[in-house]
């Protein structure tokens, strides 16, 4: 069991591993340490969100307009991340509104082709995404939000892969592991603490909004599929994100 001195003393593995499994960023060699690392994914998060936010401070330098920069940004983080979270959605939106059974909503999640329910559910999280953005870009207030977000979205993954079974006996999630209390509770932590310093008392609205979004996908995963995928964690992330930055960008209106 990974307890929290065994953390500290693996800080940079952990991070590096939590970087790879999150980000397409080039990196040393390493050796993963797969949900042990779970603890650094707000982290990685962080870092996201900051070189997102630099990114969109360069272009309304530039003199683009808050929407063109908003659709700029979540491009970036798309490609920062390869998408990740964005296919994880899709698929996991396919799978359990696409099928009858357990077998087949897992065989849909797999299928690598995007379908009704999947190009929906991408279309309207990034509409929200982008819509939320636009306003926290008017503001000027892309460093707080992003980096915040980006955190903050990326803890309640590791909190579903502790708290839920692995639907399937492969796949990343469960080549990834599943996380101990300790580790989970380290990485809400820290999450909570950026987005506190960044956010402050906006903070609550994001906890409260990310938590419903979040909660309503793991029971909507544990009732059809019988737990969770690295799809259904990707999901998580995206519907934290728009979550995070929609309560955000109410705070600023």
């Known amino acids: 069991m990974t307890t929290l001195r065994d953390i500290t003393h693996r800080l ?3 991070l590096l591993s939590a970087a790879a499994l999150l980000t397409r ?3 040393p060699d390493h050796q993963g340490t797969g949900a042990a690392s779970a603890w650094a994914w707000p982290l990685v998060g962080a870092l996201i969100g900051a070189l997102a936010a630099l990114g969109a401070s360069v272009a309304l330098a530039l003199g683009l307009t808050a929407g063109v920069v908003a659709a700029l940004t979540l491009a970036l983080i798309a490609l920062l991340t ?5 296919d994880g959605l899709s698929d996991s939106a396919d799978g359990l509104f696409g099928g009858w059974t357990r077998e087949r909503r897992l065989e849909i999640m797999k299928d690598s082709r995007i379908g009704s329910y999947g190009m929906l559910a991408l ?5 929200a995404r982008w819509s939320a953005l636009t306003t926290i870009l008017a503001h000027d207030a892309q460093w707080l939000a992003l980096i915040a977000a980006g955190a ?10 502790a708290l839920l079974p692995n639907a399937r006996s492969s796949g990343l999630s469960h080549g990834t592991g599943r ?12 999450a909570v603490a950026i987005a506190l310093i ?6 609550l609205g994001m906890l409260a909004l990310t938590i419903a979004a979040t909660a309503a996908l793991a029971v909507s995963a544990q009732r059809r599929i019988g737990g969770q995928t690295g799809d259904i964690l990707g999901a998580a992330q995206q519907l934290g994100d728009a979550a995070c930055l929609a309560a955000l960008a109410a705070a600023l209106s």
């Open 179 to 190: 996380p101990t209390v300790a580790v989970v509770s380290v990485g809400c932590g820290s």
């Open 25 to 27: 960023l080039p990196l």
């Open 123 to 127: 279309m309207l999280v990034t509409l």
């Open 82 to 86: 390869g998408a990740l979270h964005e």
């Open 152 to 161: 903050l979205s990326r803890a309640p993954m590791a909190v579903i892969m």
């Open 198 to 203: 960044l956010a402050g008392g906006a903070v």
């Open 12 to 14: 940079g593995p952990d």
